[in-house]
């Protein structure tokens, strides 16, 4: 299924989304409060979270799935952008520190294959952050309407996926906890809300961040094929 981008511009162009960009990346920001001349990867619509890269890292990746078309975002020098399968990304092995998967796991049709992937790329001490819409949560109808999300996803679930897939979940934030609305007397007050975020309100807030580690010490299939895909197409720097 391709997905239509142009919905996920109108968002974040708008005045609720704009505030959704604020809030998300504030709670980013308390995972990863440093990035220590890391090498870091987006992959998904990620333009909007470009706040929270402001300095001291090494190198940044945009990595945008096929699905949504063509898109470059244009930062400075540091920046690459590429379009590329989720399902083999056209990195090298323990080639980045961190990952930030947002606006993208939501579209996944097999999030065992992407996790696997994430965890050959990432370095044997490297983190993956997850942003995703809650099951649960007061946003869910919204992400699959306007932004055509094919799932959703509950915390028990994420701690499964990670689990299961070779991480170790470290931290989880819930962001989001007023319904969507067009009026800018409810979206002013979205920040407000943000410090429920106890055993109640968390299970209707609208995304889930999570932060996993590679757990390094995980057997590995001696008949196991490695694929060298080289990048098809311009790499914009």
Not at 45 to 56: E, T
């Amino acid at each position: 299924m391709k997905i239509n981008i142009e919905n996920l511009k109108i968002f974040y162009s708008s005045f609720l989304g704009k505030s959704v960009i604020q809030i998300i990346s504030k709670k980013i920001f308390l995972l990863w409060p440093d990035f220590n001349n890391s090498r870091n990867a987006v992959i998904g619509y990620g333009f909007p979270f470009l706040g929270i890269f402001k300095s001291n890292f090494q190198r940044l990746f945009f990595l945008v799935p096929k699905k949504f078309g063509l898109f470059n975002f244009s930062v400075d020098e540091k920046n690459l952008t590429v379009s590329v399968n989720e399902y083999t990304l056209p990195l090298d092995d323990l080639s980045i520190d961190r990952l930030l998967v947002v606006n993208c796991f939501e579209y996944l049709y097999n999030h065992k294959k992407f996790l696997r992937e994430a965890w050959r790329v990432l370095e044997k001490d490297g983190e993956i952050i997850i942003v995703t819409p809650n099951t649960f949560g007061f946003w869910s109808f919204f992400y699959k309407k306007n932004l055509n999300s094919l799932r959703t996803f509950n915390s028990c679930e994420l701690n499964l996926l990670l689990s299961n897939n070779f991480f170790t979940p470290l931290d989880i934030e819930y962001s989001l906890f007023l319904p969507p609305s067009k009026s800018r007397f409810l979206i002013d007050r979205l920040k407000l809300f943000e410090f429920l975020n106890n055993a109640l309100t968390k299970y209707f807030s609208g995304v889930i961040i999570i932060k996993g580690k590679k757990n390094y010490l995980v057997p590995v299939k001696n008949n196991k094929k490695l694929i060298n895909q080289k990048i098809k197409g311009d790499i914009k720097a």
